[in-house]
């Protein structure tokens, strides 16, 4: 019973290196989400997907790319890294999006030097 | 646009003791209500929701929630503390589409729960 699974767990970029990060989910969720976590601001949300092939901005967008081309993979993607992307990175799906229980993976701690 | 504010970054408490910690929201429409919980070096896990049905919520480990829409709260207690109640816990509010906004959850900043034996 994985629930949602993100890869890699820790990684150490150079600025300006591109990397993907993926979220797996086998809960046959339509809803999934991206977010990031820095201490002291809460949880904001990057970007998000309603269902396999759609993807839409969150709060936070700007540096990041997205796509759900299977509805069980959300994929975050960093074309060129910033000592600002530091952070610690989050995925969550749900089954619909507002009043159902969002469900987040373990996370990917990120630095960038 | 919707918004949470949770009073205390920081909150210390005896063991045995009462759990409160605080949460205000703002909401254009009536809001979806949460609280998370995030031990160290772990993803959110839910303690409990509202959806507006009854407004008193209970959730995991004896935790309970009431909401006030007159307050605009959803404060969050526990009768009495153990020492594994000690964590970083989240409020969050989501109007879903009708808000207009991102069909997402939108936290607070979150709230340390310190266990003093």
């Known amino acids: 019973n994985a629930g949602v699974t993100q890869t890699p767990k820790f990684r150490v970029l150079k600025t300006g290196q591109s990397m993907t990060l993926l979220c797996a989910q086998d809960m046959n969720h339509e809803y999934m989400y991206w977010y990031r976590q820095d201490p002291g601001m809460g949880l904001r949300l990057i970007h998000y997907s309603v269902g396999e092939g759609t993807t839409a901005k969150g709060e936070v967008p700007d540096g990041y790319n997205v796509s759900r081309l299977k509805k069980q993979n959300f994929l975050l993607g960093l074309e060129s890294a910033a000592p600002s992307q530091t952070s610690v990175y989050f995925c969550a799906s749900s089954l619909r999006g507002g009043g159902t229980e969002a469900f987040f993976g373990q996370g990917t701690r990120l630095t960038v030097v | 646009a919707q918004s949470v504010t949770q009073l205390g970054s920081h909150v210390s408490v005896s063991e045995g003791a009462l759990v409160l910690l605080r949460c205000n929201y703002s909401?254009?429409?009536?809001?979806?209500l949460f609280w998370y919980v995030q031990y160290p070096n772990q993803g959110l896990q839910l303690l409990l929701k509202?959806?507006?049905?009854?407004?008193l919520v209970k959730g995991i480990n004896g935790f309970e929630a009431e909401f006030k829409k007159s307050e605009t709260s959803f404060h969050l207690t526990k009768p009495s503390a153990h020492m594994s109640d000690a964590a970083e816990y989240f409020c969050?509010?989501?109007?879903?589409?009708?808000?207009?906004?991102?069909?997402?959850?939108?936290f607070g900043k979150g709230t340390h729960l310190i266990i003093q034996p």
């Open positions: 969050a509010v989501s109007e879903g589409t009708s808000g207009g906004g991102a069909d997402g959850l939108t």
């Open positions: 509202y959806t507006s049905a009854a407004t």
């Open positions: 909401s254009s429409v009536p809001p979806y």
